[in-house]
């Protein structure tokens, strides 16, 4: 919790609580050179930790709340940035009518027109004469429920009750899958398995390889990837896949701990032994009609 907003919600009591302090201080008696101190004067201050630390945890513990957007704002704002969105999202607000203030595009804007709790580090800026778009200066939090205010009588003419338009904003919680597109046989030998990771949100490439791993008679194999981050779409290639004279099992295994999700999955694929003839993968594809 900032130490302003701190400061302005414990003033009183920290004022009431000053002066109770002075009163036991005044009338508790210490020995000298000793910091000993009467066991029935050390209990009101016991009352006092008991009383105090409850009433600051609960404070900083308070929660962002879903907000009941007025919809008479509609007047002023055309357009903003609401409901589950990517980690890596900006915040924009569309206006309505033209600002009553002026205004250069891109550059940062100097005021402060959003606030966030909890509290978002960013700079604002106008993308076109009515929008304005506020980008974080790192990501923000996964599956976490912002509370935006925007002051909207800053930058417009407005009614004391519009000066403030407060909106939420939830944040993608992450998550992925794993698809495996089948074998397919490269020559008499060697095949290859590919694939496919989704994530839920935008990830590293680095993150999602650490996501899968692969073996085959406890030796590990090597993934290849083709990454998409922007579309969260993640292929990968397994090449050289040996088969011997026996059938095989290769094992497709993954786990979640590289996003910090408690997820873990596998999956047995069978190799086919040399000379076996085995259907490897069936897939339905449904054509356009015409």
Wanted: hydrophobic share 40%.
């Amino acid at each position: 919790m900032p130490a302003s907003a701190i400061n302005n919600y414990f003033q009183p009591a920290l004022k009431k609580i000053f002066i109770i302090f002075q009163s036991l201080k005044q009338h508790t008696h210490f020995k000298k050179n000793s910091c000993y101190m009467e066991a029935h004067h050390r209990r009101p201050l016991r009352w006092l930790a008991v009383f105090v630390l409850p009433l600051l945890l609960t404070a900083c513990k308070s929660k962002p709340k879903l907000v009941d957007v007025d919809p008479s704002f509609s007047k002023y704002i055309e357009a903003y940035t609401s409901g589950v969105i990517s980690k890596k999202n900006t915040i924009r607000i569309q206006l309505a009518v033209d600002a009553t203030v002026t205004h250069t595009l891109n550059e940062t804007i100097q005021g402060k027109l959003f606030d966030f709790s909890p509290s978002v580090e960013g700079k604002a800026y106008w993308v076109d004469a009515r929008t304005i778009e506020f980008k974080p200066d790192k990501d923000l939090t996964p599956d976490q429920l912002y509370e935006a205010s925007f002051s909207l009588g800053k930058i417009l003419h407005v009614p004391d009750a519009f000066k403030t338009f407060r909106f939420n904003v939830q944040v993608i919680k992450p998550s992925f899958a794993v698809e495996d597109f089948g074998l397919r046989s490269n020559n008499k030998t060697t095949m290859t398995l590919t694939g496919q990771v989704t994530t839920a949100d935008v990830e590293t490439s680095a993150a999602v390889e650490k996501l899968l791993s692969a073996s085959l008679s406890n030796t590990n194999l090597t993934i290849s990837w083709q990454h998409n981050e922007a579309n969260r779409i993640h292929n990968f290639t397994i090449s050289n896949i040996q088969r011997s004279n026996a059938a095989g099992t290769l094992q497709l295994s993954w786990t979640g701990q590289p996003l910090g999700l408690d997820i873990t999955g596998s999956k047995e694929v069978s190799v086919p032994a040399i000379g076996d003839f085995t259907v490897l993968n069936i897939r339905a594809v449904q054509e356009q009609e015409q």
